[in-house]
């Protein structure tokens, strides 16, 4: 019997000894969850370029907590906290045996878990682990990593650690954060009934939540104040005051300054990627608060026109720092307010055609040179190109400047297509930082300068700045980049930059279309160009001095087209408004001409130089080594007036001539034979549904008469402007031009489909 009873006691204490050694190795090769042993760091704080505060970004990760010493955290806060969540914290070694025991009897008793057994060990290990179901063997697991982290680390590193990554609700994680939150203090000035009642949230930061539900988280501080007075941290008179104690809880307050802006700041950047305190932007908060109140204000004016919503960008040349960026009329408005306009993809319409003509100064051009602005079709892989001006008229002879300046399509076209056609182009707009161009050059053809390709205000605004730099080309940035990160480049031309500048800031070269008293006429000197999509659906304006440069769009972020609103009275207000403020509040300037830069006085038909110049010529920029020819007298008649080219004709005779007797057909053109020009025969037109009536309507153009009778029996003909027309519709059509004075016919024919 004692044989048996002996061998009995050894089996069991081999158990034992087995079982402690199994449960000493598992403690020593339980791995503590790896967020728990990276650095504390604090939540970043975004701040504009002067040190203001923009954002917090708040975040639900326990390792992004402002970090504080065990010395700064009161005593009272210390034993609120382990009153409510660990009592017997200093004398265990990880696990609260008692507790467990306690715990494990209500759950069998009770068939329900009615006290918890988590020590602050445990539940730090908790908070650092992956969310997971809450089973045994998870409960076991954590014991074991929290027996293991009490071999490691001291009771005051621990406590310390958990008071800093504790959740006490509204995404304020440690003490010192919710000490600001909650009550606008530091913890140290923390009173006992404060520090009891932030004791109490973290058990259930929602539920508890004190600007919810403020008299669950004043019951849980009741409950927390008098564990204190029963474990003895706390005096019977203690106890009452901090009862009695009225709680003043700080407003809710977030510091959200230039929303849009700081979007991009976290979709673009990894600032704020494992970053640490205060992130300094590049954007200035006031000059944003001005740019939203201008935006609203006249986007609040167009809303009886169908305009909604619009975006302006404004950029430092001189480092490429965005100094405001703002989306839309309203960023807290429902729907649409937080898409943000400024990195919208969108059509720039004739916001792109400078960067035409500053290749074609580079390929030896100059203002002077003369486009014909007359109809015209061009042969592509696609079918034949017809573009048009905006008003459907004809401009005839005219100069780059005046051709730019007015914004006049059919100039811009041919221009694209006289120096290499789209290729050119669209490697020029994306070496200046055009991203959204990624289709191959024969996709966007000639028409990509008229803007039938969509791009982002913040890119196109950052391109001008590239202009502004005279053909320096920097990045955008919202943070500041290290000196050196992002070298400048030379993008483009200096001198044919600063011949663009010249012209786009020449308010008597946009006369023409514009008047002489539009938005665009400024006090001081500042390059502007505006641009609208088809149907009205999109308007731009943007524009720069050597020290800014500011784009603005303006439209409706679902593409419903506006009423007949153009760039220059829905964009270029606002552009206006904001450059008025740069100029009063900052200052600004204008280019001194380079060196290499002369001027010579013109002939204004021609662009030919003066022989003899008097004071009253018109005088032209060029660089030096791109002069035009010389007037001869055989560009003159007997009368003084410029001889025009036969292509001239049909123009020359129709209302559309603005030189009346400044100007005569070359006589030795002869009486020219009547042929159509355009449309050519075969050619076909594609109807967009969604073109208005107006981009319906196909220019007749014919030489050899000057009173041409146009006619088609399946086509409306109609006389606008003094110029025959086709109203398009679907079929294929017939159309006759006939001399009435020498009853003379020629035929043409096209094809019209739809989409």
């Not at 009873?5 to 403690?27: H, P, Q, T």
């Not at 939540?209 to 003895?232: C, E, Y």
């Not at 290729?423 to 161009?437: A, M, N």
Request: aromatic letters at 8%.
């Amino acid at each position: 019997m004692r044989f048996r009873l002996y061998k009995l006691l050894r089996l069991v204490g081999l158990a034992v000894v087995l079982l402690v050694a199994a449960a000493w190795v598992s403690i020593r090769l339980a791995p503590l969850p790896s967020a728990l042993l990276q650095p504390s760091l604090p939540s970043p704080t975004f701040t504009d370029r002067h040190g203001s505060a923009l954002r917090e970004v708040l975040v639900d990760d326990s390792r992004f907590v402002q970090p504080l010493p065990l010395r700064d955290i009161p005593q009272a806060l210390v034993n609120a906290t382990l009153a409510a969540e660990d009592k017997r914290f200093w004398s265990h070694h990880g696990v609260d045996v008692v507790a467990t025991a306690r715990a494990a009897w209500g759950l069998v008793a009770h068939r329900r878990v009615v006290s918890g057994a988590s020590t602050i060990t445990q539940q730090l290990v908790k908070i650092h682990e992956p969310p997971r179901r809450r089973t045994p063997w998870t409960k076991v697991t954590e014991a074991l990593k929290a027996l293991r982290l009490e071999q490691l680390w001291s009771k005051n590193r621990i406590l310390e650690t958990y008071l800093n990554r504790l959740d006490y609700g509204n995404l304020r994680i440690g003490c010192a954060a919710a000490a600001r939150y909650y009550f606008g203090k530091a913890p140290a000035d923390l009173s006992l009934a404060e520090g009891a009642f932030l004791a109490g949230l973290p058990q259930a930061p929602a539920r508890m939540n004190p600007h919810v539900h403020f008299q669950s988280a004043k019951d849980r501080q009741a409950r927390v104040l008098t564990q204190m007075l029963r474990n003895g941290f706390i005096t019977a008179a203690e106890y009452q005051r901090a009862s009695v104690e009225t709680l003043r809880l700080s407003s809710p307050r977030r510091v959200f300054q230039a929303p849009h802006f700081m979007d991009l700041v976290l979709q673009q950047t990894d600032a704020a990627a494992g970053a640490a305190g205060e992130i300094r932007t590049t954007v200035d908060v006031e000059l944003t608060r001005v740019v939203e109140q201008y935006l609203r204000e006249r986007i609040g004016r167009l809303h009886p026109q169908q305009v909604h919503n619009g975006a302006v960008v404004v950029i430092d040349n001189r480092t490429g720092g965005v100094l405001a960026l703002v989306g839309s009329e309203d960023y807290f408005a429902p729907g649409s307010g937080q898409v943000n306009g400024a990195w919208a993809r969108r059509s720039p319409g004739s916001a792109l055609k400078p960067f035409t003509y500053l290749l074609a100064f580079e390929h030896g051009a100059n203002p002077a040179t003369v486009v014909a602005d007359l109809p015209t079709e061009f042969v592509t892989p696609t079918g034949t190109y017809s573009p048009a001006n905006f008003n459907h008229r004809c401009y005839g002879p005219m100069r780059y400047r005046l051709a730019l300046a007015n914004s006049l399509n059919i100039s811009a076209v041919k221009v694209l297509n006289s120096i290499g056609g789209c290729e050119v182009l669209l490697r020029r707009l994306r070496d200046c930082g055009i991203t959204t161009l990624n289709q191959p050059a024969a996709h966007y053809g000639l028409g990509l300068t008229l803007g039938n390709a969509e791009v982002r205000l913040l890119e196109l605004t950052n391109a001008y700045a590239c202009l502004a730099r005279l053909g320096e080309y920097k990045p955008w940035r919202l943070v500041p980049d290290e000196v050196g990160k992002a070298p400048a480049l030379q993008a483009c031309d200096r001198l044919a930059a600063y011949l663009i500048a010249d012209i786009l800031s020449d308010s008597f070269a946009r006369a023409l279309a514009f008047g002489m008293n539009s938005s665009l006429r400024f006090e001081f000197p500042v390059a502007c160009k505006t641009g609208t999509s088809t149907d009205f659906r999109d308007n731009w304006a943007l524009g720069f001095t050597p020290e800014f440069t500011v784009g603005v769009w303006v439209g409706n972020f679902d593409g419903q087209p506006m009423e007949r609103v153009s760039g220059i009275t829905g964009a270029t207000p606002i552009l206006h408004d904001v450059f008025e403020f740069l100029h009063q509040r900052y200052g600004t300037s204008w280019y001194a001409p380079p060196e290499e830069i002369i001027e010579r006085a013109i002939h204004p038909v021609s662009g030919k130089l003066l022989a003899n110049p008097t004071a009253a010529a018109s005088r032209e920029m060029f660089i030096a080594t791109s002069l035009p020819p010389e007037e001869s007298p055989g560009d003159y008649d007997a009368q003084g007036r410029i001889r025009l080219g036969d292509e001239y004709t049909a123009w020359f005779n129709s209302g559309a001539n603005w030189l009346t007797d400044r100007a005569v057909l070359d006589e030795s053109i002869g009486t020219p034979k009547l042929c159509i020009v355009a449309p050519s025969p075969g050619s076909t037109c594609v109807l967009d549904p969604d073109l208005p009536a107006h981009g319906r309507i196909l220019p007749l153009v014919a030489n050899g008469t000057s009173e041409g009778v146009w006619s088609s029996a399946t086509l409306e003909v109609r006389n606008e402007a003094g110029s025959a027309c086709a109203i398009l519709s679907e079929g294929r059509h017939e159309l006759t031009v006939r001399n009435p004075a020498t009853g003379e016919t020629v035929k043409t024919w096209i094809l019209v489909k739809s989409l």
